[in-house]
């Protein structure tokens, strides 16, 4: 079955290290996406990618990056500039932007910093 | 600025009760609006969605929502409220940005 994957389920980061959360989708979409989940403030948009090797900034980018290098693919490092990284982080995915498409959603990285 | 808002935090209702849950837009355009659900712990699901023709949409679980551009708002509803529909809903426009979330919670 299609779907995108999330890797892995549960991550916990010291101190000043800089951790990557993986996203893969088998769905043949061109659109990939990455939010921010915290208790009470919904989801917030951190990057997008409308085509491999392009991407951009979303709302709250800052302490993070991301890649694109398939279209398959677009794994998100949580550098140590990310103060509170402690989160919830979904990846998402649909056929285009600027359509009518919904999001395919993976089941998600809870983000712990110890 | 263009935006989605849920008013509703948190609603509690009982199971076979009817159930509409609130989301408002700001936009100028007709929008593209959707529904989704989230248990705990995982990611989010398509319930619906709405990006022109009729007004009233039929979605997964037998979740519908009403499109009214006079009041800017984009609502769903449920007639008969079962246990496993506690969870989050997020309302949501094709800009990439969500509403806040309204959590159900049902009673027995």
């Known amino acids: 079955d299609g779907g995108i994957t999330q890797s892995p389920k549960y991550l916990f980061r010291k101190e000043g290290q800089n951790v990557t959360l993986s996203c893969e989708q088998n769905?043949?979409?061109?659109?990939m996406y990455w939010y921010r989940q915290d208790p009470g403030q919904g989801l917030r948009l951190i990057y997008y990618?409308?085509?491999?090797?392009?991407?951009q900034k979303g709302d709250i980018a800052e302490g993070y990056s991301v890649s694109r290098e398939k279209k398959e693919s677009f794994p998100l490092t949580v550098t140590s500039a990310q103060k509170n990284p402690t989160a919830f982080y979904l990846c998402?995915?649909?056929?285009?932007?600027?359509?009518?498409?919904?999001?395919?959603f993976g089941s998600g990285t809870r983000l712990t910093v110890v | 600025a263009q935006s989605v808002t849920q008013p509703d935090i948190h609603i509690t209702v009982s199971e076979g009760a009817s159930l509409e849950l609130r989301c408002n837009y700001s936009?100028?355009?007709?929008?593209?609006l959707f529904w989704y659900v989230q248990s705990p712990g995982q990611g989010l699901q398509l319930l619906l969605k709405y990006f022109s023709g009729d007004t009233l949409v039929q979605g997964i679980k037998g979740f519908e929502a009403e499109f009214k551009r006079s009041q800017s708002s984009f609502n769903l509803r449920k007639p008969s409220v079962h246990w496993s529909d506690a969870a989050e809903y997020f309302c949501?426009?094709?800009?990439?940005?969500f509403g806040a979330g309204t959590r159900l919670t049902v009673k027995p």
């Open positions: 769905l043949n979409h061109d659109a």
């Open positions: 936009y100028g355009a007709t929008p593209y």
């Open positions: 990618s409308q085509i491999v090797n392009d991407f």
């Open positions: 949501a426009h094709n800009d990439m940005r």
């Open positions: 998402a995915s649909r056929a285009g932007t600027g359509s009518s498409y919904g999001y395919t």
